[in-house]
């Protein structure tokens, strides 16, 4: 990232650059195991809603 203080040279229409921020990004493995986390706990809690109806 270029500040103002690092241009060493007379700023003049002849340079211009555009500071632009970043934004954090998750890894696709937190993704995945997010997914596959939500996905078990769905999983386990239809089994049991049916465990719990069976006996009902």
Do not use: C, N, W
């Not at 954090?24 to 997914?35: D, F, M, N, R, S």
């Not at 809690?45 to 109806?53: E, P, Q």
């Amino acid at each position: 990232v270029i500040t103002p203080a690092d241009v060493t040279a007379p700023v003049s229409d002849l340079y211009s650059f555009d500071i632009q921020t970043t934004h954090a990004v998750p890894e696709p493995l937190t993704i995945l195991g997010a997914g596959t986390a939500i996905s078990f706990g769905a999983a386990f809690k239809r089994k049991l809603a049916k465990k719990k109806a069976d006996k009902a």
